[in-house]
C-alpha cells in the first residue's frame, strides 16, 4: 500500500487482497490508531457478510464503527457520558451511510442476493455486485474522514 493512497483506496486493497469488508475498514485505520494490524483483522473477522454470514449490518459499516470506538479511546472508568459520545458518533455515521447507500444491510444493499448460497454467489459474481461492497467501503472511509 503507498503512503499517497487515500484511506478508502487502501480500504479496497485490503478488500481486493481477500478480507472481508469490515477488516478492510478497519485495517486501514489501524495505523492510525497504534493498533496491531493482526488486532485488527482478528477483531474484525467474524462482522464481513453482515455479522457471521448473517447478511444484517454491512460489514463496512461494522469497521467504522470499530474505528469509530478505538478513536473514542474509552478507557475502564470512562462511564456512561463518554460511551453515549461514542453511540452519537456511530449513529450519525449509520444515518450518513444509509443516506447514501440507501440502506446499512447488508441483503438489502446487495438487492437480496443472498451471498451464502450457491446460486446467490453465482448471482453476485455474474453481477459483479462486488462493486457494490466496495462502493460500501468508499462510503464508510470517506464519512470517517469527514470534517
Known amino acids: 500500500?503507498?503512503?499517497?493512497?487515500s484511506k478508502a483506496e487502501k480500504a479496497?486493497?485490503?478488500f481486493d487482497q481477500g478480507n472481508n469488508c469490515a477488516q478492510a475498514v478497519l485495517l486501514a485505520y489501524a495505523e492510525d490508531l497504534a493498533l496491531d494490524k493482526n488486532l485488527a483483522l482478528s477483531a474484525a473477522a467474524g462482522f464481513g457478510g453482515g455479522i457471521g454470514k448473517s447478511q444484517g449490518i454491512c460489514g463496512a459499516a461494522s469497521g467504522a464503527v470499530m474505528v469509530l470506538g478505538f478513536r473514542s479511546d474509552f478507557k475502564e472508568g470512562d462511564g456512561r457520558p463518554k460511551i453515549n459520545s461514542v453511540y452519537d458518533k456511530s449513529a450519525g455515521f449509520l444515518e450518513g451511510f444509509k443516506k447514501t447507500a440507501g440502506s446499512v444491510n447488508c441483503l438489502e444493499i446487495?438487492?437480496?442476493?443472498?451471498?451464502?448460497?450457491?446460486?446467490?454467489r453465482k448471482f453476485f459474481t455474474e453481477?459483479?455486485?462486488?462493486?457494490?461492497?466496495r462502493s460500501c467501503i468508499r462510503l464508510a472511509c470517506d464519512l470517517l474522514d469527514a470534517p
Open 1 to 5: 500500500m503507498s503512503d499517497k493512497m
Open 12 to 14: 479496497v486493497e485490503i
Open 110 to 120: 446487495l438487492g437480496g442476493c443472498n451471498l451464502f448460497s450457491e446460486e446467490g
Open 127 to 133: 453481477n459483479n455486485l462486488r462493486d457494490r461492497c
